[in-house]
């Protein structure tokens, strides 16, 4: 049952020539147009060291493990220590990205928004992040300090990832294919439209009849999803080989993560449309209208358009860079691709996880109701 | 009793679909719900379905609660929509498997059901088509093999030939007999009279919401006063003619129509001797005769006043 219904809503799906035009031809599509537009960007801008002032004083003494961090990762940063003045002054002469001053905590000045600034604040923060377990770790088991914990703790060479330099991949580039990925991953939503509208009575004639057979909605919903996944799964992988196998762009090379974070983006993408479409009463063109329009604005916010936007969210708005599976998809393979931890790869993997079930829960709840008002 | 519905009100808003409405559908009936467009048919068949909430009332199909979750009542009903419910991705063939899958889980059992409606809609020539390039009538009959394909005891159409051309009109009205014929109840709903008339042995007739008169085609015409209308051809436009015809005892009303003199009875015997007797008294010659007995359509007049459908 499960399969059979899984098998024609597949061939519904592959035979809905806008439906794959849109899912599948167009990000190809775009990303070509994306590939021509920065092919003489990328030659100029490949990847070199960032170059970064630290404001030497009393309070950095005080935290020799953050000299030691930022010794772990020499091949990413160019680090000069200097006096807040004169970090200033080559902030201002744009002989470094940024600098850092532990003035009452850690504090980063930069002048401009964009990839670099976005890798040292990740920075800054992941080493915060182990600091304050740090801090954990001792305020509730002072006697784990004797036992040397700590040092295993910030032993971490490989923490941060150190970018070959030279590697021919261009950064500020590689975040606009991310964010392409991720909108193909969302399209998948107009593949959960097309389901929602197959199943349910009092949105086509089609699923009233659904309605009339003696099947669980549950299996209906399930098989239709899996349906639409799999197809959203195809194209998704057809534009990971296309960038990959024809454009070159550069993803490290996790294939693993890449295929897991391509599998987790595209159910988001698939369970946000059944969510969208379940739960308004709208027509069908609204619908769709709706869906265009979200996936729209959180691949722009996501860094799509416009490559700084990804930063200036994080930075102004943060608890939206989390709120937004598009910016989720594109951080998960930014993390994959400029970090060694998995750790903030998998916060994001574990977020699109979370608003799947929450979106899938919810068309289930919206869909189950069983007797309509009009049909 | 296949189908009893006691006592169902149906509202959308402010306006009331089924006002009190009640039904009984009998083992191998073919059971006909005739009214006008609006009359609340569709709106009765999808509370009987569980497809729609209703206001009050109870439902029993084969005896229990209907309801969305009935899954072995279901299993045995058949549903044909008023409107064409296909999917335009797939082929006719692929249509009629899509949905017999739900019900009939053997594949090699399921490929000769799915077999055995294209034979019966006769469409056999047209099973790798697409529904975009079927006509209406071969749409209407694909939407009837998707639904009769799992062999359904109780098989419920809603208006199957609207919009349909008159040979595939003719094959539908077969079909129906025969799957009747074949052992199913049938739940036929339309807003032509001809056709309940045609194939239902027991009609409901509907009006806003409610069954007004039930019974055999013969028992309802037996309701109400009127008898035939008699036509006859008149070369001579005398108005006196008129004045004669309406004074016989059994004749209600007279008018000449072109040059046909048409009458209606009072419902009895002998109103056709009588009349062409008085004609041939007054030395009138008379060409082609006609005599209709009442339909429907005078039935529903008789109890609401009304045509019941609008002369298109
Ligand atoms: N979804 C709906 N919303 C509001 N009114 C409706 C809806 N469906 C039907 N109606 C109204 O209910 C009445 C009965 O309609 P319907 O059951 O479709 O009649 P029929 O099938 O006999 O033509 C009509 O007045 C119609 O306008
Ligand atoms: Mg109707």
Redesign the pocket.
């Given at each position: 049952m499960f399969l059979h219904i899984y098998m024609y809503r597949l061939k519904c799906i592959l035979r809905d020539k806008q439906n794959v035009f849109w899912t599948l031809m167009f990000p190809i599509i775009l990303a070509t147009l994306f590939y021509l537009a920065f092919s003489n960007l990328s030659n100029a801008e490949s990847f070199t060291e960032i170059e970064v002032g630290i404001v030497d004083n009393e309070e950095l003494r005080e935290h020799p493990e953050f000299t030691e961090a930022v010794k772990s990762v020499p091949d990413l940063f160019n680090v000069t220590y200097t006096t807040k003045e004169n970090a200033e002054k080559l902030l201002e002469d744009g002989e470094i990205e940024g600098y850092i001053h532990f003035d009452d905590g850690l504090k980063l000045f930069v002048k401009e928004s964009g990839i670099n600034e976005t890798i040292i604040k990740s920075f800054l923060d992941d080493f915060l992040q182990t600091s304050s377990t740090i801090s954990t770790i001792i305020s509730q088991n002072p006697a784990a300090v004797q036992n040397g914990l700590p040092d295993s703790v910030f032993d971490r060479t490989d923490y941060l990832k150190a970018v070959p330099s030279g590697k021919a991949e261009p950064n500020t580039v590689v975040n606009y294919f991310y964010s392409l990925i991720a909108m193909a991953c969302l399209y998948g939503s107009f593949s959960g439209l097309k389901e929602v509208l197959a199943m349910q009575g009092n949105l086509s004639y089609q699923g009233a009849r659904v309605n009339m057979a003696p099947i669980h909605k549950a299996k209906i919903i399930i098989a239709s999803m899996s349906a639409a996944v799999s197809f959203q799964l195809i194209a998704v992988t057809a534009l990971l080989v296309y960038l990959i196998a024809v454009l070159r762009v550069d993803f490290g090379n996790q294939v693993g993560y890449i295929a897991l974070t391509s599998i987790v983006s595209t159910i988001t993408g698939v369970t946000f449309g059944t969510f969208i479409s379940s739960v308004n009463r709208q027509s069908e063109g609204v619908k769709i209208g709706i869906l265009i329009g979200s996936s729209m604005i959180m691949t722009f916010l996501s860094g799509m358009m416009y490559d700084k936007m990804k930063y200036i969210v994080h930075t102004k708005v943060p608890v939206l860079s989390y709120l937004n599976p598009a910016n989720l998809i594109t951080d998960s393979f930014y993390a994959l691709y400029y970090f060694d931890t998995h750790a903030r790869f998998f916060t994001n993997i574990a977020l699109l996880c979370g608003y799947s079930v929450l979106f899938g829960t919810l068309t289930y709840l919206a869909v189950r109701r069983q007797r309509y008002a009009?049909? | 009793m296949i189908i009893k519905v006691n006592n169902l009100v149906k509202r959308?808003?402010d306006?009331i679909?089924l006002d009190h409405f009640n039904l009984e559908v009998k083992e191998g009936e073919i059971f006909g719900l005739l009214?006008p467009?609006?009359?609340?048919?569709?709106?009765?068949i999808n509370c009987i379905l569980s497809l729609l909430k209703y206001d009050k009332g109870t439902i029993e199909v084969y005896g229990r609660p209907m309801a969305p979750d009935a899954y072995d009542i279901k299993r045995n009903i058949g549903i044909i929509m008023?409107n064409v419910a296909v999917f335009d991705e797939l082929t006719v063939y692929e249509n009629i498997d899509y949905f017999c899958g739900m019900y009939i889980k053997d594949k090699k059992k399921r490929r000769e059901l799915v077999e055995e409606a294209i034979e019966f809609v006769e469409l056999d020539s047209f099973r790798k088509f697409l529904p975009k390039k079927l006509s209406g009538g071969l749409l209407r009959r694909l939407n009837i093999a998707c639904g009769i394909a799992h062999k359904p005891k109780l098989i419920i159409l809603d208006e199957p030939t609207v919009a349909v051309d008159p040979q595939s009109r003719r094959k539908i009205l077969e079909g129906i007999r025969k799957l009747n014929d074949d052992g199913a109840t049938i739940v036929y709903?339309s807003?032509y009279m001809e056709e309940v008339e045609e194939i239902c042995t027991r009609i409901a007739i509907?009006d806003k919401?409610k069954v007004i008169a039930l019974g055999t085609k013969d028992e309802l015409k037996g309701m109400i006063n009127s008898g035939e209308k008699i036509t006859v051809e008149i070369l001579e436009h005398n108005p006196d003619i008129l004045e004669g015809v309406r004074s016989l005892p059994n004749i209600v009303s007279a008018e000449f129509n072109d040059n046909m003199l048409v009458a209606k009875s009072r419902r009895g015997k002998n109103n056709l001797s009588a009349l062409l007797e008085y004609l041939r008294s007054s030395q009138i010659n008379v060409g082609r005769i006609y005599s209709e007995p009442p339909t429907l359509n005078d039935v529903f007049l008789e109890i609401t006043g009304k045509e019941l459908r609008d002369h298109a």
């Open positions: 009009s049909i | 959308y808003d306006l679909a009214g467009n609006g009359s609340g048919k569709t709106t009765a008023q709903t807003h509907m919401g």
